[in-house]
C-alpha cells in the first residue's frame, strides 16, 4: 500500500507526490514528500463529494516545496493534492 504522503518518479523521470491536507480560509499546507527543482502542475480535490460551494477547496499558490490550499470558509474540509515536476 502507499503512505497517506509520499512520492514516486515515474517511468519517463517526472516526480510525482501526493498527500492530504485539511483546508480553511486561513490554513491549509502541504509540504511534499520530495521537493521539485521545477513544479508543473498541482491538483487539488475534496476527500468528500458532499460540500457547499463556500468549502470548495482552490490552490491559492504553490512553489516547488509546498502547496497552500484554502476554501472561503472557515469550516476545514480536506482535501488531496498531487503535484508533478522534476
Do not use: D
Not at 486561513?26 to 509540504?31: C, D, S
Not at 527543482?37 to 491559492?60: E, F, K, M
Not at 504553490?62 to 493534492?81: E, K
Request: charged share 0%; glycine share 6%; with cysteine.
Amino acid at each position: 500500500t502507499s503512505a497517506a504522503t509520499g512520492y514516486t518518479f515515474l517511468p519517463n523521470g517526472i516526480k510525482l507526490n501526493w498527500g492530504s491536507v485539511t483546508a480553511t480560509s486561513t490554513t491549509g499546507n502541504l509540504t511534499f514528500a520530495s521537493a521539485f527543482t521545477t513544479l508543473y502542475s498541482v491538483t487539488v480535490s475534496p476527500v468528500s463529494a458532499t460540500y457547499n460551494s463556500t468549502y470548495a477547496p482552490i490552490l491559492s499558490v504553490a512553489n516547488t516545496t509546498v502547496a497552500y490550499v484554502r476554501t472561503s470558509n472557515t469550516t476545514g474540509i480536506t482535501c488531496y493534492v498531487m503535484a508533478l515536476g522534476v
